[in-house]
Structure formats: structure tokens, C-alpha cells
């Protein structure tokens, strides 16, 4: 760090410090601060809200005065509602079901994709990579709302799958309910959160597989391995990085996604983020609302923790 | 020096989209030879090698190695392995599964891949470090995980792409013996390029001098240091004064050659006509210094000191000569303090004497 300080800076060791603490304390602070007001602070309503009791027009504060006696008010019963009540159970596995089928894919699609991108000719992977980004011109719900007509009756997509017989196939496999009918079934759910999310797979990938030294690739070829064990053992682990940041990076909006469900998905694909919109907008319950997305984010980041922490050991023990 | 060819690099081409980065190059290498292939960037040298790992196909031409074809051979089938320039190890993989990952793929059983794993370990003497990763090794153990990773397999041709090339100074004259000697001991064939001369003259038993894909001189360190065959290797092997001048006496025992500001007298014949254009180099080693004219009117010129370089073990001083050409001549510095210590601007002679030159015609 010390280098980052322009040697021009005069003055003594502590008044020098005391600059650079200030300039680093600046830096992370104002993400900081900002994360602390429009995240962290947010969320600890919300967390008040789910353990409160709902009111005529909004959830009653848990901390109230009854005859000159504080009290204070938690209510656990919305989160009980939750882990024994089957329809968010069903309702946060299949989210998390169609997350993971979703990053599947795109990691599927995206990989050999970023690869070839990665090891296209250096003139024209900058074209490549703006392909990729394209997308991003046009509205997302525009994007999603073309997939209706794609995969409607009489749509490109519809008619192609019937033609070539693939639709029986595919309501063999249970991803669409009937032959012939794509819309609203967990295939066109999973088509749109994949094509909608492919980029955010693409762009770490790419990151990643395009600062790989290609040497390493020749010396595991000179060491005997074919193009595929080269691939498997050299490729894939170094891009691991890259893996994990594009899965996560498709993951977790996959799990809280509504649009796309919503547009997409039938009554088949009930997701948590429909849930919570229901219980939000519908049953105004915003105490159950706020249980279901505080879950949601444990849900989430329990299991980045742990992979994080066990990560972190691994790297440890390499050591 | 006649040579039973071990591997056979036969008339071979690569051709870079008009560009011939290798111009039919022809080499015969013994077994158990260190062989380098010496030359500056772009001369051609690491495509000949990439050649004999595969990574790069020949236009035409063929190597042949221990009598097999290899033109068809991918890298991965070849029984040669190759020490890549900074080493390539691989980040992700422990010292031990780097030098593991070769034996793997040929399907070895565990246990001989650990009995061999360990004996390459103590080979370059890095037990200790089995299970760290690259990065948390120095430069000096990388390269010798990198020797490790090639030898495990015991291929039949070892490469080296400038094996010492991302060491320091110090660290490189220490490891260059030390390379030779677990070389030497393993008994495998070697081909090895660098663009240090230095580091082939000491490490090769013969050395290819390369320019522009072709191969100008083979043969040992101290034959090409000392009978260069064309200019170009004179200037590009060591110091060297070059002189052009003309032959004007060509007798059996001996030859004439008058230069601008000295005549050299030759101690043997040349082929050649008189009055040819031919050019005399002399090592600045060879060259020694006086004040006094030494007497006789050839092999000596007078000239004013212009510059001295001093090297600690040697001093090179720069003369300037009454044509205007300057003469580079090193003195060693057996003693601690000249008694008479030359200076720049003084006027000495510098004489030679008559075996001390390369008489060169191309």
C-alpha cells in the first residue's frame, strides 16, 4: 500500500499516515456509508417488520408504551408460518430449483462461449464482447415479452420445437406440460431467466478465461495430456474464480426474480418472489412479506458464508 | 566432431505467412549432448524448438528422433518434454502434482508415481517444498520444480526455452553448473535455447549459432569462440576487433593482410587470391599493451587511449587509432596495482601475436 502514497508527500511519518488513513478511510467509506444507509438500514426495518404484528395500515412498532410500562413486542409466528406452512417451503425450493437449473445453463452455454471469445483472434474480441452486451440496449421487459411471442402459438421457437418433434421430447422430460404448448411451463420460466442472465455468466468468464496464460496449456500438452485432459485439469480449475462469479452472479437474482416468472412462468413455477408480492400487495400482510425475503436472504447467504469460510481454509491449508 | 545422430533436424522450413522464421536448417545430435541454439530475438531459435515439442508444425523437412519420424506425432504422444521459459508451472497444483501430472497421464501406477515424484524431488533438492504452490516458492525453486516436471517423465530429448533466463545474475552462474550436473547425471539429450552467450558456452557441449532462421557455425563453445567462420559469429561470440583489409602476401607458411593502420602477419596460408578483400578479427584478449613500440612492423598499431571500462578482473581499454578506427583491447588485471597504470589520453602501442588472429572471407 505504502507505494500507492506519491513520494512528492512531505512531512513526517504520522502526518503522512494519518493523510493516507484518511484518503483509504474516504475510498471504502462512502461505499460504505452507502450500503449502511440504502441496504443495511432497510433491511433492519424490515426485520422489525417481520417479527411485528400487522396493524390496520401498517405493521404496529414493537416497542410501545402501555400504561406508562415499556413494552416490547416480537412475534416469531410469521417465521413459524414459514418453515411449517408447505406452500413457502415449495415455494423457496422450486425458486432455488430454477436458480440452479438456470445457472446450469447459462454456465452450460456460457462457458464454451466466454472460451471461444476468450481465445478469439485479439481484433475481434472486442466485437464479441459487445454482442454480448447488445442486449442490454433494448428494455429487459421488452426482451422477456419477445420470448411470449417466440414461444406463443404460431411463434418461431414453438413452431421449430413441433416441427422437428422436440416438443414431445420435452413433455416426456416434464418440462412443458403438454407437446405443443411452451408457454407458462418451467422450460419457457428457465429459457428467459437464461437468456436474460447468459451476459452476467459471459462477462467474468470471459474476464477470467482471457488472462489465462496459454503456456500452461502447452505445458500440460507436452506433459501428455490430450486437448481434453488439458481442458479438465488446467482450463476449467484456473477459471474456477470466474466460475464461481458468474454462478453467483446468475444465482442469486435467479432466486428472488418476479418479472421473468411472472411473464414466463405458469402457475407450475411458483417462485418466492411471487410469494412475497402476493403477500405484499395482495394480502398486504407486510410482516409475512418481510419474513419471506428475510428467509430468502438467509437462505442465500448462509451458504456463501460457509462456502466462503471453507474456501478460505482451503487457501489456508495450501499455504 | 563427427557425431552418431541421436536426433536428426533434416532440411527443415517453417514458413510464417511468407516469412521464414527457420530457412532449411539441418542439425545432427548425439546422445547425451547438451546442445544450444544461440542466438538474439527473432533469429529463429525457440520455432526450431517449438518445432521438436510440436507446438509448431514444419513447413517442410523432417526430425527424426532416435530413428522415428516425429513430423506427425502430436506434443502430447512425443516422448520429449520441454522446461518452459519462466517455467509455466501450473498455479493450481502443488509442487508434487506439478511434477506428478506428466506420470499421470501416461496412467502410472500411485505408487510408482510417488516413488518417482520423490526421487525428482531429491534430485533438485526441494523435498521440503512438496506440498507449496508455485507462487510461494523463489525464482530458483520454481525453476528447479520446472527441471523436476520435465525429467519426471524421463523423456527421451529434454528442452530448455532460456532456462535460466528469469534469474538473477548471481543466482544463474550457480544454477547453470548445477543444471549441467543433474543433467549429466540423468544422461538425457538436451537441446537448449538462449541468447545468452555466456550461459551456452558454459552449459553446451555445442553450441548453433542462429541469424535469420538459418544456421551460420556449429560446433563446440571454444571452437566457435576461437575460429568463428563468418563475421557475423566473430561479433556476435564475445568481443572481437574486426579489421578489412587486403591480402597481399599468401605463402604456405604464413599470409600478409594490410589494413588501414597495421599489416598482420598470419602464421598460416590461406586459400585465397591476392588482393582479395578480407576482414582479420582479434579478440581484445589477445591484444596486449605497451608503451614502447615493440619492434618489427607487423602485428602492432599505435594508438591513444580514448576510454577505459574497468570489470574488476579486467580492464578494456578503447584505442583509437590513426584511421580513426578503434581498437578494443582487455588487459587482465593480475595485479592488485599497476605500477605504470595507463590512462586515457595516453599513447601506447597494442601488438599481438602472429596466432592471435581469425583471418575472415564472409
Not at chain 1, 248 to 276: A, H, K, N, S
Request: overall charge neutral; some cysteine; charged content about 15%.
Amino acid at each position: 500500500m505504502s507505494r500507492l502514497i506519491a513520494p512528492a508527500q512531505h512531512g513526517s511519518w504520522p502526518q503522512r499516515l494519518l493523510a493516507l488513513a484518511r484518503g483509504r478511510t474516504a475510498v471504502i467509506g462512502i461505499p460504505y456509508l452507502w450500503l449502511l444507509v440504502f441496504f443495511l438500514a432497510p433491511f433492519a426495518i424490515v426485520v422489525n417488520y417481520s417479527v411485528s404484528v400487522m396493524g390496520a395500515v401498517r405493521p404496529e412498532d414493537i416497542f410501545s408504551v402501555v400504561d406508562g410500562v415499556r413494552k416490547v413486542t416480537i412475534n416469531f409466528g410469521n417465521y413459524v408460518t414459514v418453515f411449517t406452512d408447505d406452500l413457502y417451503f415449495k415455494a423457496y425450493v422450486s425458486s432455488l430449483k430454477y436458480a440452479a437449473i438456470t445457472t446450469a445453463v447459462c454456465l452450460f452455454i456460457g462457458y464454451p462461449f466466454a472460451y471461444f471469445m476468450a481465445r478469439a483472434k485479439p481484433g475481434i474480441q472486442p466485437a464479441l464482447l459487445m454482442l454480448v452486451m447488445l442486449p442490454f440496449w433494448t428494455s429487459f421487459l421488452l426482451r422477456v415479452y419477445a420470448w411470449k411471442g417466440l414461444l406463443g402459438e404460431g411463434g418461431l421457437v414453438a413452431e421449430f420445437l413441433i416441427h422437428t418433434g422436440l416438443d414431445q421430447l420435452m413433455a416426456g422430460l416434464g418440462m412443458i406440460a403438454s407437446p405443443g404448448k411452451f408457454m407458462n411451463t418451467p422450460f419457457s420460466l428457465v429459457i428467459g431467466m437464461s437468456y436474460t442472465y447468459l451476459p452476467f455468466m459471459i462477462l467474468p468468464l470471459y474476464a477470467n478465461l482471457a488472462k489465462m496464460d496459454l503456456r500452461l496449456l502447452e505445458a500440460a500438452a507436452d506433459l501428455g495430456a490430450n486437448r481434453f485432459e488439458a481442458f479438465w485439469l488446467v482450463t476449467v480449475p484456473l477459471s474456477r474464480a470466474g466460475i464461481i462469479a458468474g454462478s453467483m452472479l446468475v444465482f442469486i437474482p435467479c432466486v428472488g426474480e418476479f418479472v421473468i416468472p411472472e411473464l414466463l412462468g405458469g402457475p407450475q413455477t411458483l417462485m418466492i418472489g411471487r410469494v412475497l408480492w402476493d403477500e405484499f400487495f395482495s394480502n398486504n400482510d407486510w410482516p409475512m412479506a418481510s419474513t419471506v425475503a428475510v428467509v430468502l436472504i438467509l437462505l442465500i447467504v448462509v451458504p456463501l458464508a460457509i462456502f466462503n469460510k471453507y474456501q478460505a481454509e482451503a487457501q489456508e491449508r495450501g499455504r | 566432431m563427427t557425431t552418431q545422430a541421436y536426433l536428426s533436424v533434416e532440411d527443415v522450413v517453417k514458413d510464417f505467412s511468407g516469412v521464414k522464421a527457420v530457412n532449411h536448417v539441418s542439425l545432427d545430435i548425439a546422445k547425451g549432448e547438451i546442445f544450444a541454439l544461440l542466438g538474439s530475438s527473432g533469429c529463429g531459435k525457440t520455432t526450431l524448438l517449438r518445432m521438436l515439442a510440436g507446438f509448431e508444425t514444419p513447413t517442410s523437412g523432417r526430425i527424426v528422433l532416435d530413428g522415428v519420424s516425429l513430423s506427425e506425432m502430436e506434443p502430447y504422444s512425443r516422448p520429449i518434454n520441454m522446461m518452459f521459459q519462466s517455467y509455466a508451472l501450473f498455479p493450481h497444483l502443488s509442487v508434487w502434482d506439478n511434477i506428478a501430472f506428466g506420470l499421470r497421464r501416461e496412467g502410472m501406477a500411485k505408487d510408482r508415481i510417488a516413488e518417482r515424484v520423490e526421487s525428482m524431488l531429491k534430485l533438485v533438492q526441494l523435498g521440503k517444498y512438496a506440498k507449496r504452490k508455485p507462487h510461494q516458492l523463489s525464482g530458483g525453486q520454481q525453476q528447479r520444480v520446472a527441471l523436476a516436471r520435465s525429467l519426471a517423465k524421463r523423456p527421451q530429448l529434454l528442452l530448455l526455452d532460456e532456462p535460466l533466463g528469469a534469474l538473477d545474475k548471481k543466482l544463474r552462474e550457480e544454477t547453470q553448473i548445477e543444471l549441467v550436473n543433474i543433467i549429466r547425471d540423468v544422461g538425457v539429450t538436451c537441446v537448449m535455447v538462449t541468447h545468452d552467450q555466456e550461459e551456452a558456452m558454459t552449459m553446451a557441449t555445442r553450441i548453433a549459432v542462429m541469424s535469420e532462421g538459418r544456421i551460420l557455425q556449429v560446433g563446440p563453445p571454444a571452437d566457435v569462440y576461437e575460429t568463428p567462420a563468418t563475421r557475423f559469429v566473430a561479433d556476435f561470440i564475445g568481443n572481437v576487433n574486426l579489421m578489412d583489409g587486403q591480402l597481399t602476401v599468401d605463402e604456405a607458411d604464413h599470409c600478409v593482410i594490410t589494413c588501414a593502420d597495421c599489416q598482420h602477419h598470419v602464421g598460416h596460408g590461406i586459400t585465397g587470391s591476392l588482393d582479395m578483400a578480407v576482414s582479420v578479427a582479434i579478440r581484445p584478449e589477445k591484444i596486449a599493451l605497451s608503451r614502447e613500440a615493440p619492434g618489427g612492423a607487423y602485428n602492432c598499431v599505435q594508438g591513444t587511449i580514448r576510454a577505459t571500462a574497468y570489470f574488476g578482473s579486467f580492464t578494456v581499454f578503447h584505442l583509437s587509432l590513426a584511421s580513426g578506427a578503434s581498437l578494443k583491447v582487455s588487459v587482465n588485471n593480475a595485479e592488485r596495482h599497476r605500477e605504470d597504470p595507463l590512462n586515457t589520453g595516453d599513447v601506447v602501442w597494442a601488438h599481438w601475436s602472429d596466432s592471435a588472429h581469425v583471418v575472415l572471407t564472409q
